[in-house]
């Protein structure tokens, strides 16, 4: 047993050796390892489909080693999901230059960085139904779009919103998972023409948010002022 856990990828002995120098993994690589093969199985199925076994096989790795690691499924799926929110919140470090909507098409820039580079974390973040949002599940979920909201903000000069801008703005979230997970799954439409679709729609909802709050009104009349301004010079 100690042998399987402490080693690396199950294999035998004659294999071992004529695969002749596979470099023995840290405990943090052989942890990353192990997420980055339950990221890609939780992309493709829900967590109910997935099990130790098959976490274990498409890692190469032994099923006591998984269990070694993180004690059970439940955990490797929230291990997997935390890894996954923080390789995107890394990526989300606020713009500090340009106008307002140019930090925001940057920011969506790197929202889709991380989407196309890490697509089986995406997915997994977002696959599964009501039952997979509770728990420390929720909080993670829960934790990433908090951050994404706040960097919205940030990018349009929004210290504070009101509900009807929160409403809106959280509406276009939506927007931008479901459309970032066509893409994932179609690849049908270039992913520049997707991110000007989809600050073009921001555009439209503030527009129309603005008829029920003045305050949106004034937003969405000086951001339009300052694209107007922009394409001038």
Same mark, same amino acid.
């Given at each position: 047993?100690? *042998?399987?856990?402490?080693?690396?990828?199950?294999?035998? !002995?004659?294999?071992?050796? @004529?695969?002749?120098? =596979?470099? #023995? /993994? %840290?405990?943090?690589?052989?942890?990353?390892?192990?997420?980055?093969?339950?990221?890609?199985?939780?992309?493709?199925?829900?967590?109910?489909?997935?099990?130790?076994?098959?976490?274990?096989?498409?890692?190469?790795?032994?099923?006591?080693?998984?269990?070694?690691?993180?004690?059970?499924?439940?955990?490797?799926?929230?291990?997997?999901?935390?890894? *996954?929110?923080?390789?995107?919140?890394?990526?989300?470090? !606020?713009?500090?230059?340009? @106008?307002?909507?140019? =930090?925001? #098409? /940057? %920011?969506?820039?790197?929202?889709?960085?991380?989407?196309?580079?890490?697509?089986?974390?995406?997915?997994?973040?977002?696959?599964?139904?009501?039952?997979?949002?509770?728990?420390?599940?929720?909080?993670?979920?829960?934790?990433?779009?908090?951050?994404?909201?706040?960097?919205?903000?940030?990018?349009?000069?929004?210290?504070?919103?009101?509900?009807?801008?929160?409403?809106?703005?959280?509406?276009?979230?939506?927007?931008?998972?479901?459309?970032?997970?066509?893409?994932?799954? #179609?690849?049908?439409?270039?992913?520049?023409?997707?991110?000007?679709?989809?600050?073009?729609?921001?555009?439209?909802?503030?527009?129309?948010?603005?008829?029920?709050?003045?305050?949106?009104?004034?937003?969405?009349?000086?951001?339009?002022?300052?694209?107007?301004?922009?394409?001038?010079?």
């Amino acid at each position: 047993m100690n *042998a399987k856990v402490d080693g690396e990828r199950t294999a035998s !002995p004659a294999r071992g050796r @004529r695969g002749q120098g =596979r470099r #023995r /993994l %840290s405990v943090d690589e052989r942890r990353d390892e192990l997420i980055d093969a339950a990221l890609r199985l939780f992309s493709t199925r829900p967590p109910d489909e997935v099990s130790i076994d098959d976490v274990a096989v498409a890692a190469g790795a032994s099923r006591a080693l998984v269990y070694h690691y993180f004690g059970g499924k439940y955990e490797l799926y929230v291990a997997a999901l935390r890894s *996954a929110a923080g390789r995107l919140s890394v990526l989300l470090e !606020p713009p500090t230059e340009g @106008r307002p909507l140019e =930090r925001l #098409r /940057l %920011s969506l820039s790197r929202y889709f960085d991380f989407v196309e580079s890490h697509a089986s974390g995406y997915s997994a973040l977002l696959r599964g139904g009501p039952a997979d949002r509770s728990g420390e599940v929720g909080e993670i979920i829960n934790g990433i779009r908090s951050l994404l909201l706040d960097r919205i903000l940030h990018a349009l000069d929004i210290p504070e919103p009101g509900p009807v801008l929160r409403i809106t703005l959280r509406s276009w979230m939506a927007c931008v998972e479901t459309a970032a997970m066509d893409w994932l799954e #179609r690849r049908d439409l270039a992913r520049d023409e997707l991110e000007r679709l989809l600050v073009d729609q921001i555009v439209v909802l503030l527009h129309a948010a603005g008829r029920h709050d003045p305050r949106i009104s004034a937003l969405f009349d000086r951001l339009t002022q300052e694209e107007l301004g922009q394409a001038e010079d």
